[in-house]
Structure formats: C-alpha cells, structure tokens
C-alpha cells in the first residue's frame, strides 16, 4: 500500500510554480544590457499613438517625426549649434567657478570651528534661497549679458558643492587628526594628504548633483531673460507658437542633462577604481 502511494503521489505531485519562471524571465529582462532602452521606447510609442489618435491638439503636441526633422533643420541652418554652444559655455564657466570656490569654502569651513560659527547661520540662510528667486536681482545688478547667466550657475553650483564638503570634513574620524598631529603635518599637509583624499567621495556626490541642478537652473534663467541659448531657443518658439522648436528644446534639456549626469558617473567610477582593488 505504501508502494502504491508513494507512486500516486509521484504521479500526481503537482509541476513546479509558474510564476518562478515568469520572475526568472524578469529578472533576464532587467539583467539585460538594453532593458534600460525600455522606458524611453515606450515613451515614444505612446507620444506617437497620443498624436496619431490626437489626445491632445495637433498643435500643442507635436509628433516626434516632426520634432526630429526639426531638429535637422536647425542643426543644418547652425542655429540649434550656436544656442547649445552658448548654453553649455555659461553651465562649464559657472560650474567651474562654482565647484572651485564651493570646495575651498567647504573645506575652510569644515576645518575652522571658529569661521563655521561666524557664517554658518548667513551661509545656510542663503544655500535655502532659491536660485531662481534671485534672477530678478541679478539681472538688475548685471544685466542680461553673460555674467548674469554665469552667476546664475555658479550660485546654484556654489552652495550644494560647499555643503557636500564641509560635511564630508565634519563627519571624518577624529582618527585622522590624530595620525596628522602624530606625525607632525602642517595644516597644508594635513588639508593635501589626509583631508582631501578622504573627502572625494562624498564631494564629488555633491559635484554631480550641483552639475545636474545647474543644468536646470541656466535653462530655466534662459527662459526668462537671454539673447541666446537653449531656454531662450524655446522661449522664442513658444512666442511664434512654434510648439515643434519648443519640443525640440525640451528633449535637448533631458538628453543633455542625463548625458552630463552619466558621463559625471563614470568619471566618479574612474577616480574612485582604488575602492574596488
């Protein structure tokens, strides 16, 4: 009787579960190379669709076939490379002077107990006003011209680059001051071989962040108040109601944003491989 039971139930015992093959089947969506492709293809098919069945008016969304032949007349006329070359001018020269002056200030801040309770309250005041509030007052004290853009972005770089810094020194073992005072280094050398190698990786968090928040910020002050580049491109659209240099705008911002992130990344990677060995 055991026999025969033990082989009803061999015969019988259920398969094993589908659902582990559907997640296996998942998890080789996502293991792929290319499933990152996913979002932005479905993005565009539901953009087409959208237009083909017109959700929207024809002249608010314009499909992407136009926006792309767009694109190409721009480009072939120079017009599209004369906005993105004065865009991305403004975002290197502000960020340069940004990060720069934010790492020095942090570093000076983190290491100063003194100069921190002196400008710490005014320095936290003013990294919480917003970037954009300011650009009626910059635009007062420096006009439309090219040092008001470049202000713009250092003052959006400045801050979240000084703060990613200073915390990056205040949250150090006390440890390392110790094997400094241990071995007797100067300030400079304390700053040149223990502080600053420690700090890279939090800093260049904060670097990369400042440059995607940068990006955002020239484009939008573009928007409001420029001669040239990518936002007032799109401004000058939306003036003429010409919806399809407007989108041609738009996708640039994101194309060119998520480029700088990524390309950020990877150096990141680059300068942090000793972690890996």
Known sequence: MSALSSSYTET????????????SLVQRWLDAGWSAWTSPVLLLAIWSLATLLE????????PPWE???TAVELAESGELTDHLGASLYR????????????????????L????????????????????????????LIFGIGETFKVFIVIKATFFI?????????????????????????T????VRRIVLPAIIPATLTGVRIALGRSWMVLVGAELLAADSGLGQMMEMG???????????GVVLTGVIGFTLDRGFRWLEIYLMRWKQR
């Open 67 to 69: 926006v792309a032949r």
């Open 112 to 139: 100063s107990p003194g100069l921190r309770s002196y400008v710490d309250p005014l320095f936290n005041v003013l990294r919480q006003l917003p970037t954009v509030a300011l650009i009626p007052l910059f635009i």
């Open 55 to 62: 959700w929207v008016p024809a002249q608010i969304l314009i």
């Open 187 to 190: 300030r400079w050398q304390t």
């Open 238 to 248: 939306r003036q003429m109601f010409r919806m399809d240099i407007v989108m041609v």
């Open 91 to 110: 975002l290197f020269a502000g960020f340069g002077l940004g990060s720069a002056g934010g790492i020095a200030f942090g570093i000076l801040l983190g």
């Open 12 to 23: 019988v015992a259920p398969a094993s579960p589908r659902p582990a093959r559907s997640a």
């Open 161 to 185: 680059v000084a703060l990613a810094a200073h915390d990056a020194i205040r949250s150090l073992s006390a440890r390392f001051f110790e094997v400094a005072a241990i071995y007797r280094l």
